[in-house]
């Protein structure tokens, strides 16, 4: 692969992703496989009745999509390699840039923040409840500001570090991509949120999804909490607290991405929070040493973009260096 074009692929996606997030209107890669999830599930529920048959569909489920989804983004090399260079460059950036989600985490983020800062809590919980499974209607500003932070920086890896990262690993290995991999991570982090529940009727036919999605989010995850422990000028600090504290989060790595930037902004996340009226506790990640506000949310958006930023500035210097 001509390493000038990855380089500027990798780019030009980043580019994109920060000045126009997804366009509205356009049909995306996620509302594809979400198509496609949607239709095979409802299909294996109906003829798969006992628990074997529907693991087995399942991990079918899983790697095909899984799978499909990276040859999807591989089969653009042709089209760049042997049709029209400039065309295959264009649609690769933009597939790329459909993978990332830190502008729309951000416009997310903000779509609750605005109306909450002009003192309309009303819309503010109405707005959350587009974006949180939790219950809204009763929350108080400062846990409005909780459940987006939480959101915030659970959402920081899965949605934009960990595609990130494997975007620029891909454009390290000879015969991959920057695309395949981040469109194939891009399917598991779908499949997850969508199958991946521990709860009827995905317990079994999601079950191999979750555990993909775990098992690949795990390396970024890490990653992104030493980048991020580094950026802080205290890691021993905050890397002690995500030590004693995220380990309590049953997920392998959604407790890390949170208790990070809990103990980078001296804040404390988790706590009670409502689901279809029934009160289920989170454990406690960070030192209560700061009221959460939506300067905290700011902060936290901050130290995710620069965090990719200091990625992508690596892993081109490693590609330049490397070629």
């Not at 422990?229 to 205290?234: D, E, H, N, P, V």
Request: with cysteine; aromatic share 10%; charged share 15%.
């Amino acid at each position: 692969m001509d390493i000038n074009a990855t380089i500027i692929i990798l780019i030009f996606a980043t580019i994109v992703d920060y000045l126009i997030a997804d366009p509205w209107g356009w049909l995306h890669p996620v509302q594809v496989m979400g198509w496609l999830i949607s239709r095979y599930s409802n299909f294996v529920l109906s003829i798969c009745q006992t628990k074997n048959q529907r693991r087995l569909a399942g991990v079918i489920l899983g790697l095909g999509l899984i799978i499909g989804s990276g040859i999807v983004g591989w089969s653009l090399n042709l089209i760049r390699d042997h049709l029209d260079p400039f065309l295959g460059i264009f649609l690769e950036i933009i597939l790329l840039a459909s993978c990332f989600a830190g502008r729309g985490l951000r416009l997310a983020a903000f779509d609750v923040l605005i109306p909450l800062r002009e003192e309309n809590i009303d819309l503010a919980r109405i707005k959350l409840s587009q974006y949180v499974g939790r219950d809204t209607a009763n929350l108080s500003p400062q846990e409005i500001w909780r459940a987006v932070l939480e959101t915030v920086s659970e959402n920081a890896v899965d949605g934009v570090t960990a595609p990130l990262f494997y975007a620029i690993a891909g454009a390290f290995f000879p015969g991959l991509s920057s695309v395949a991999l981040a469109l194939a991570y891009k399917a598991a982090s779908t499949l997850d949120s969508t199958v991946g529940y521990q709860q009827e009727p995905f317990t079994d036919l999601g079950w191999f999804s979750a555990k993909c999605e775990d098992v690949l989010t795990w390396i970024p995850c890490r990653l992104t909490v030493l980048t991020l422990s580094i950026l802080s000028g205290k890691p021993r600090f905050v890397l002690s607290i995500c030590c004693r504290d995220a380990p309590k989060d049953p997920s392998p790595n959604s407790g890390w991405s949170e208790c990070i930037y809990a103990a980078i902004l001296g804040v404390q996340l988790g706590g009670k929070n409502t689901y279809q009226g029934i009160i289920k506790d989170k454990p406690l990640l960070g030192e209560p040493l700061n009221a959460i506000t939506d300067k905290s949310i700011e902060k936290a958006l901050n130290l995710t973009r620069i965090c990719c930023l200091l990625w992508l500035g690596l892993g081109v210097t490693g590609l330049w260096l490397f070629s």
